[in-house]
């Protein structure tokens, strides 16, 4: 594995931006922490724009909807567009209407929250579960039975998981072998206030369990629906493309299966050990402490 | 591996009886499915009493304690004593307080039923956790903090289980590499209703993938702390002891562990086609269609 490169130098910086002309920046420990916009972001990301690149946002967050991502960016007054922005829920509608063209008269039971409901409704994609399941209490086994109009079980992120969720979505799945197993995406953990926490790739983990049975496909980074998605929308050169990420087994997996160059951030998940030791499995090209150390060249 | 004996005839009941002086009895799809109890089981528990045999029922069914099952057996007009009953919550007490020596001042975080927390309590230990957090709505990772008297995470199963119960477990055990990791049992379904459902093993598969992390003991059938629980309050004749399981990787290969005889009964997990493949990995001595059965005997 060639060492990765560390920008630390304004020199550094100009060299690295004229590479490129157009950046997937992941979102979560790039751009903020929870909402809170790391130092420089702001900056950097105008003077990306300012200098003609273009920015494709990438991020394995299911909670929300494109259209919530567009309103968390003008809060924090960082101009997008919404069809820059590529989060797993959007991406999980559009691979279900798109590429498995789901059947109009089946539904898909969601362990998930609004963002991932609210896309599969823009894609008049028909759902249950989700909030409906919400309540966990008394929970009746006799209040479980198949359902062959369901034709997909879906899951995301979902902070109000149940045991009456998890036993349906086997049910669905253990009861009707034809019926999809889907995952927005399978990181094992997610970052927050300064510590981790368990993430989709975990809460999925009773089923996978449970029914012996591997989920039939993943939306998110590193996997190929998320690429699909972006390239049925956007040209990419790959040769000046570079993913940026703070998580390699995601983000710069990503990067890598898409033939595109790839830089680590430091203020997420990855640390500089995870890529400097020996026989490192996942290696950027390159690496910086902050995405807002870019700041320098706007001084 | 030799192939199973079934037993078929009064004959065979006969011949069977006579070999052994004691019994491991498992109790869920050998003695009731749910609250009812499956055919002849009445006749046959009173037969083998007569007959002077000893009996043990072991369960790794965590939601009950000793006392809560002796009212069940009660409420069923069997008769059985509260020390012939090993449920995995009293093994896990048992465990605790015996072979682990945990200490006074600590406290356990559950994840599971009342079952486990009266257990705890007849043992004096501390426990937190438990039913005080079976309100999942309105999740606050703010409220979420490592606690040093938290020495152990305790697993069981929970219909009420949710993000907050697994979010707090994974936090004490990541924060503190020295707390302790025990499940109850790791069934990864449970039989109910003539299906399955998410069992202990599953419930607890966030937070093994999560930590990347295995459970430093797992208390129930087929493991160890099950067995050291009985020989320490019963001697056991080991080539007069027959272990009678409906579920061959729990209930049979604890028999097999404990170099005990065993007898698979199919009104429950495992089917006669398991046992007659070809190279079957785990194979009981004997088999028959159900407990019942040997009521023949009483007529």
């Known amino acids: 594995m060639p060492t990765p490169i560390k920008l630390s130098s304004r020199n550094d910086y100009e060299s690295f931006l004229e590479k490129f002309d157009t950046f997937l920046l992941d979102c979560d420990g790039v751009l903020w922490h929870g909402?809170?916009?790391l130092p420089g972001v702001r900056e950097v990301l105008a003077l990306l724009r300012q200098k003609g690149k273009?920015?494709?946002f990438v991020t394995n967050n299911s909670a929300k909807s494109r259209a919530s991502y567009s309103l968390k960016f003008k809060k924090l007054n960082i101009e997008v567009n919404e069809n820059e922005i590529f989060c797993s829920a959007y991406i999980a509608a559009y691979y279900l209407k798109n590429i498995l063209k789901f059947p109009k008269?089946?539904?898909i039971y969601v362990i998930g929250e609004s963002g991932i409901t609210e896309e599969l409704d823009l894609e008049g994609i028909r759902s249950c579960g989700s909030s409906e399941d919400d309540d966990g209490k008394d929970f009746d086994f006799n209040d479980i039975h198949p359902d062959p109009t369901v034709g997909a079980v879906l899951c995301g992120l979902d902070t109000r998981i149940n045991y009456k969720k998890i036993a349906k979505a086997f049910n669905y799945l253990y009861s009707n072998p034809d019926c999809l197993f889907?995952?927005?995406n399978d990181d094992s953990t997610i970052p927050y206030n300064g510590t981790l926490y368990p993430g989709t790739g975990s809460l999925v983990a009773p089923l996978i369990k449970s029914l012996n049975r591997n989920p039939?496909?993943?939306m998110g980074k590193p996997n190929k629906p998320m690429m699909d998605c972006i390239t049925n929308e956007f040209q990419l050169d790959v040769e000046r493309t570079c993913m940026i990420g703070d998580r390699l087994n995601t983000d710069i997996q990503f990067g890598i299966n898409g033939k595109l160059k790839t830089l680590l951030v430091l203020t997420g998940i990855s640390k500089e050990h995870d890529i400097l030791i020996k026989n490192?499995?996942?290696v950027p090209d390159y690496y910086?402490?902050?995405?807002?150390?870019?700041?320098e060249l706007c001084k």
């Open 182 to 184: 889907l995952l927005t």
């Open 54 to 56: 273009r920015l494709i």
């Open 35 to 37: 909402n809170t916009l």
């Open 280 to 282: 490192a499995p996942i």
């Open 288 to 295: 910086l402490p902050s995405l807002g150390d870019f700041s």
């Open 216 to 218: 039939d496909a993943v």
């Open 105 to 107: 008269e089946k539904k």
